[in-house]
């Protein structure tokens, strides 16, 4: 059990009694104590009390005696709460035999969908579908740990009006050529060069509508060209992916055009509940609360005046097809916040269609995008936006090039394995340890940094560890007695405890930044530890326990990164 929930547990009969009913104790770390609770406060103002009071009413109903050295009112009302040595020796000992670290499956596992990554056929990944990819990526391990069923769904942008031109193009290629250069990866100047004949050549945009006619139409000959399209850009997605290590694969792909059977369903049905308004020749739903600029009622175009169906009747036939025939109660969208409207239109046609209904429920996972040092949108020389393996592969040959420079008698090969794993983990680290609303820079230096809330610092601490057991030639005694004798021991204690608290907010939150801290702070606390407690030079009774420590220390650093998506190093 965390620290928190143990003293939550103890404090919430005591605030029920004052309160005469139940209050949240509101419990967490304090820079004064260990802990404290802040909710006398909130409670004081309910019932009319000096906090003061409320507080020490409530101290005085607390069990506490057993689990805290201290219990005291402090300031304005808070409780600030010194766990008893004792009670850390006790819980930590349960740490050591828990390979979950103090995290226990859920007791209501759910069936979760997790749509993320989704690029476009035939256009390159860019630094947008760098983030959703990552933070898609933690999401499920994270919500897989726990024990809930996981479907990953790789909404692909797979159809719609561009693949006639894509498709001419490719015909006029001729099929080897074209799967040729959509093998280098080459994705967007195969999509640039459809779309410069397409704006010049009346003739190629006249072959570029009948492919819409004849792929819409089943036209096997067409399909088989668009096909060709979409395997081609899986395959060359699957090696990036590959590269971010990410755990998204080819069984995952399933792109809009999975949906097309279901689009004419979704219309007749929204017109049989009354939903279905016609404007302009086209069909759409106004959901209620969603207003243009002029406050004029925004619509949800579920088919367009041309007959054909968009991006909003796919999500619709998607969500239902999630919570109808997967079950799921859970759906989660990693698409960045300019979709934000989008999405929230989507939940309210859902909502009103009876396709979304408690115990299900869809969330907007949006994300803000990454800025260049100049707080600008992340861009190429050329204006362009960044490829996201230039981005990969940059990261890389830096933190190479780092690696060789600190440890030049490094060979090339583990240079090579270094270089990957702290270049991809900086990406990623520096993309989840922020809150993921926000923009952030891309800011080579600061993420390939060995200082700071950065994946290379928690990789060295993590190496660092592994090194101590090296040299000790041994592992830590598993049942030594946890001894407490440094302020600094005790600081690592408490923070090895919080591990627990901090995945079970995470797992409504999905705010990995929340976890990315906690790491942070854990590598901290431990490399302040090491620096004042000798271990392998510290009598026989300090030693087991300090190692015991550190041991535990690398399996949480070591799980929190896995977590996130990013490698550890046994040596740096
Ligand atoms: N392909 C879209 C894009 O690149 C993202 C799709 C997100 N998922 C969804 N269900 N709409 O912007």
Redesign the pocket.
Same mark, same amino acid.
């Given at each position: 059990m965390d620290l928190e929930k143990l003293l939550s547990d103890r404090l919430a009969p005591a605030f029920a009694a004052v309160a005469g009913g139940p209050v949240d104790p509101l419990v967490r770390r304090s820079p004064r104590a260990d802990f404290q609770s802040d909710a006398p406060l909130a409670l004081a103002r309910r019932l009319g009390r000096p906090p003061r009071d409320v507080a020490a009413a409530v101290l005085e109903h607390a069990v506490l005696d057993d689990v805290c050295e201290s219990a005291e009112v402090s300031g304005p009302g808070f409780l600030n709460l010194t766990v008893a040595d004792r009670t850390l020796t006790d819980l930590v000992a349960g740490l050591v035999g828990d390979a979950r670290l103090g995290v226990p499956p859920t007791a209501a596992p759910q069936t979760v969908v997790v =749509?993320y990554s /989704?690029?476009?056929v035939a256009k390159e990944m860019h630094v947008g +579908?760098l983030r959703s990819t990552v933070i898609g990526d933690a999401a499920v391990r994270l919500l897989d740990w726990l024990g809930h069923r996981v479907v990953r769904v790789n +909404?692909l942008?797979d159809w719609g009006t561009p693949f006639g031109m894509l498709i001419a193009h490719l015909a006029d290629l001729g099929e080897a050529e074209a799967a040729h250069e959509l093998s280098m990866g080459d994705l967007d100047g195969f999509y640039r060069a459809a779309r410069a004949k397409f704006d010049a050549d009346e003739a190629f945009r006249e072959r570029s509508r009948q492919r819409v006619v004849a792929l819409q139409g089943g036209d096997e000959r067409t399909l088989r060209l668009w096909r060709l399209l979409v395997e081609q850009s899986e395959r060359y997605f699957l090696t990036v992916y590959d590269l971010l290590d990410v755990t998204l694969t080819e069984d995952d792909f399933r792109g809009e055009s999975a949906y097309n059977d279901l689009l004419p369903g979704i219309v007749d049905d929204l017109d049989r509940l009354g939903l279905l308004v016609s404007s302009g020749g086209a069909d759409c739903v106004f959901p209620p609360g969603f207003g243009g600029r002029d406050g004029e009622p925004l619509p949800l175009i579920v088919r367009k005046s041309d007959g054909g169906y968009g @991006?909003p009747a796919t =999500?619709l036939a /998607?969500l239902r097809q999630r919570t109808g025939e997967l079950g799921a109660t859970r759906l989660l @969208?990693v698409?960045g916040l300019p979709?934000r409207q989008h999405f929230a239109m989507v939940f309210a046609v859902a909502r009103a269609a009876g396709w979304l209904c408690p115990p299900a429920e869809a969330e907007h996972l949006g994300f803000g995008s990454i800025l260049g040092t100049d707080g600008r949108m992340l861009r190429s020389r050329a204006g362009e936006s960044v490829k996201l393996v230039g981005l990969l592969e940059e990261a890389v040959a830096r933190a190479t090039d780092l690696a060789r420079a600190r440890n030049p008698e490094l060979d090339a090969e583990a240079a090579a394995e270094i270089g990957r794993a702290v270049g991809v983990g900086a990406v990623k680290y520096a993309d989840l340890s922020t809150d993921r609303r926000k923009d952030y820079v891309l800011d080579w230096e600061r993420m390939l940094s060995l200082d700071g809330n950065t994946a290379p610092y928690l990789q060295y601490a993590y190496a660092r560890i592994r090194s101590v057991f090296r040299r000790a030639g041994t592992d830590a005694r598993r049942d030594a007695p946890i001894v407490l004798a440094q302020p600094a021991e005790r600081a690592l204690t408490v923070e090895l405890l919080g591990f627990g608290a901090v995945v079970a907010e995470m797992e409504r939150s999905l705010d990995f930044h929340q976890l990315a801290g906690y790491l942070h702070r854990l590598a901290t606390t431990f490399n302040a530890f090491y620096e004042r407690c000798p271990v392998l030079r510290a009598p026989d009774e300090l030693r087991e326990s300090r190692l015991l420590l550190a041991e535990l220390t690398a399996r949480t650093l070591r799980q929190g990164l896995h977590l996130l998506g990013i490698r550890t190093l046994e040596r740096m």
């Open positions: =749509d /989704a690029p476009n +579908h +909404h942008g @991006y =999500d /998607a @969208y698409v979709q």
